[in-house]
């Protein structure tokens, strides 16, 4: 094993066996935060009317042992009829090479007041279920290494899993023709997510976004920001993309208190009902040399017509945002 594999292996058994005491785990990120909005703020569900059907899927370092694989598989619709919005959301995250899996279900409402002839406020609820479980037998303790050779030998444990965990999140989001802003609240009660016989919270997690839509002829510009904290975790993605015809280019910077994180580049299309966008982070941290960079790809089928946006430009906006 190399010095680069162990320093990893080590560093997941330090989060493993932190875990049922001392967890403070981050929820997983993505890169698109439009590929499904509703993750970022549960305001944003139904808000472009139409049915729409989203999958999310990003595979963090895998040239690094323990990747981090995120799924998101999301549908949600707007009710005009009652100034609503409802949706459902899976999520399936996997780290440590699937040592350790959260499966989350969750469930959406929003609605919408109209303060002006342009703008609207709107409000959102989350609430989920989650079950953690953790793979033991795939964790490389002290003892199982050969100072000597680095070689590993033997095995420990088994799966340990959490029972289904409650959870409640929500948000609120005001927006115009061209420009919107949100605030949402994570885990709010802050769970218990213990694999054992302890006590481990999962953090609060707070995220800030905001965004503009400017058209220089016949490019739409879209600059953005998203700003999230989480118990010791804080970061934040600037980010500006650009459409023009079918197709949209984009960059962004994440820096993860206290240091960069990464460069992320992406590329859009939409074309009728279809709208998909692959994405590519390029570590600039420290970790670069192990922890090369992430893929991120997203689909997104939009069933249907908004039922009407004429007078909300915003909609039309958001659906063709990455």
């Known amino acids: 094993m190399n010095p680069t594999m162990k320093a990893f292996r080590i560093i997941q058994l330090v989060l493993f066996m932190g875990l049922p005491v001392l967890s403070e785990a981050q ?51 707007g009710i005009p009829s009652i100034n609503s919005g409802v949706g459902l959301m899976y999520m399936n995250d996997q780290a440590a090479d699937a040592d350790l899996t959260t499966n ?8 919408e007041v109209k303060l002006g002839p342009r ?24 003892n199982q290494i050969n100072p000597q050779t680095g070689v590993i030998q033997g095995s420990n444990g088994g799966t340990v899993s959490t029972a289904f965990i409650p959870n409640m999140s929500a948000g609120a989001l005001f927006y115009n023709n061209n420009f919107y802003a949100g605030l949402a609240a994570y885990n709010i009660f802050e769970p218990n997510e213990s694999l054992v016989n302890g ?27 998203l700003a999230m904290d989480q118990g010791t975790f804080r970061q934040v993605l600037p980010g500006v993309n650009a459409t023009l ?9 994440r820096q993860t208190d206290p240091n960069a994180d990464a460069v992320n580049f992406l590329i859009g299309f ?11 982070d390029l570590t600039v941290s420290d970790a670069r040399a192990a922890a090369t960079g992430s893929h991120e790809l997203s689909l997104v089928v939009q069933l249907n017509k908004p039922c009407d ?12 945002s990455y």
């Not at 074309?271 to 590519?280: A, E, H, N, P, Q």
């Not at 946006?309 to 063709?320: E, Q, V, W």
Request: aromatic fraction near 16%; include cysteine; charged fraction near 10%.
């Open 27 to 77: 929820d997983p990120e993505f890169t698109q935060t439009m590929g499904t909005p509703s993750y970022f703020n549960p305001a944003f569900c139904g808000i472009q009317q139409n049915l729409r059907v989203g999958l999310q899927y990003r595979d963090q370092w895998p040239n690094a042992p323990g990747s981090i694989i995120s799924i998101a598989a999301s549908a949600d619709m």
């Open 104 to 111: 989350t279900i969750n469930a959406y409402y929003a609605y």
């Open 119 to 142: 703008s609207y406020l709107r409000f959102g609820i989350n609430p989920s279920i989650f079950q953690r479980s953790v793979n033991s037998g795939q964790l490389v303790y002290g």
């Open 199 to 225: 006590y481990a919270t999962l953090p609060r997690k707070f995220v800030v976004q905001a965004g503009y839509y400017l058209s220089l002829g016949q490019i739409m510009f879209n600059p953005y920001v």
């Open 245 to 253: 015809g079918l197709f949209t280019l984009g960059a962004s910077f």
């Open 270 to 280: 939409a074309k009728g009902i279809f709208k998909v966008c692959y994405s590519y």
């Open 309 to 320: 946006t004429s007078d909300k430009p915003m909609i039309g906006h958001l659906r063709n």
